[in-house]
């Protein structure tokens, strides 16, 4: 496999695992991180360091709302028990 190909099928399971984690908005930050180690804001923070490698500056905040799919303020306020 080459090197655009596998970033291509990364990137589309990086979508994917997105979407997964928006249609179980029930679960909770502090669930996943007992069950798997990792929550949405480990995800974000991850996607702020790759950003940062690649050059780009992106924001904590900035990197949550593409990881939460809304501003984490609001997302808090919807979905966190």
């Given at each position: ?52 490698d ?16 809304m ?11």
């Amino acid at each position: 496999m080459d090197h655009t190909t596998r970033t291509e099928i990364e990137a589309a399971t990086f979508r994917r695992l997105l979407e997964h984690l928006d249609s179980r908005k029930d679960v909770q930050n502090i669930d996943l991180m007992n069950l798997a180690g990792f929550c949405r804001n480990c995800l974000s923070n991850w996607y702020r360091a790759a950003a940062e490698d690649a050059g780009v500056t992106l924001a904590d905040a900035e990197a949550r709302e593409i990881v939460y799919g809304m501003p984490y303020a609001e997302w808090k306020q919807h979905h966190q028990r």
